[in-house]
T-cell receptor, first 109, second 114 residues
């Protein structure tokens, strides 16, 4: 069973700061998802990646398969980025993701 | 192209009643997944369905819970004789290709059992 650990658990930042959220997993995977969940709201899929790096606007996701580690970066953070960020991993041949507990981010103006 | 639609957004039931949660996948998606998020806990897989078939229900409680995805209409997650412990957010996701494909999530249904 894959163990997915996210750090930090909680993160507070000032508007404009560069944010990094980390995700580590214990068993080799075929893909990793980063999800965003706003308080009381739905879940948005931000990225799915299996190698390298992806960028969308101010969000950047990287993954190191050898080290079993992924990072989500937010550049020039904004209060609207305040949300819980969830890492989910998919093992090869599986359609069932294993989810991390999430990182709660609050960005103050 | 509308996203994954779930309804109702909020559902209140008394103990012993039935809860029906609906999920309409994105257009062109034939793979549907249901997840449960208990208060202060992470998301947990419940069931994976394709049209008219349950592919994997290993995450579903053995009793009171059932799911279907008929040929026509939305996927339904049904909880019979609800108990307080069923109070949670239930999320549906869909994907076009299934295994290994990115999943698109709905806004969730928040079930409160009184």
């Amino acid at each position: 069973k894959n163990e997915v650990e996210q750090s930090p658990q909680n993160l507070t930042a000032q508007e404009g700061e560069f944010i990094t959220i980390n995700c580590s997993y214990s068993v080799g995977i075929s893909a990793l998802h980063w999800l965003q969940q706003h308080p009381g709201g739905g879940i948005v899929s931000l990225f799915m990646l299996s190698s390298g790096k992806k960028k969308h606007g101010r969000l950047i996701a990287t993954i190191n398969i050898q080290e079993k580690h992924s990072s989500l970066h937010i550049t020039a953070s904004h209060p609207r980025d305040s949300a819980v960020y969830i890492c989910a991993v998919m093992e090869g041949g599986s359609y069932i993701p294993t989810f991390g507990r999430g990182t709660s981010l609050i960005v103050h103006p | 192209n509308a996203g994954v639609m779930q309804n109702p957004r909020h559902l209140v039931r008394r103990r012993g009643q039935e809860a029906r949660l609906r999920c309409s996948p994105m257009k062109g998606h034939s793979h549907v997944y249901w997840y449960r998020q208990l208060p202060e806990e992470g998301l947990k897989f419940m069931v994976y369905l394709q049209k008219e078939n349950i592919i994997d229900e290993s995450g579903m409680p053995k009793e009171r819970f059932s799911a279907e995805f008929p040929k026509e209409g939305p996927s339904i997650l049904r909880i019979q004789q609800v108990v307080r412990g069923d109070s949670a957010a239930y999320f549906c996701a869909s994907s076009p290709l299934g295994k290994g494909d990115i999943q698109y999530f709905g806004a969730g249904t928040r079930l409160s059992v009184l």
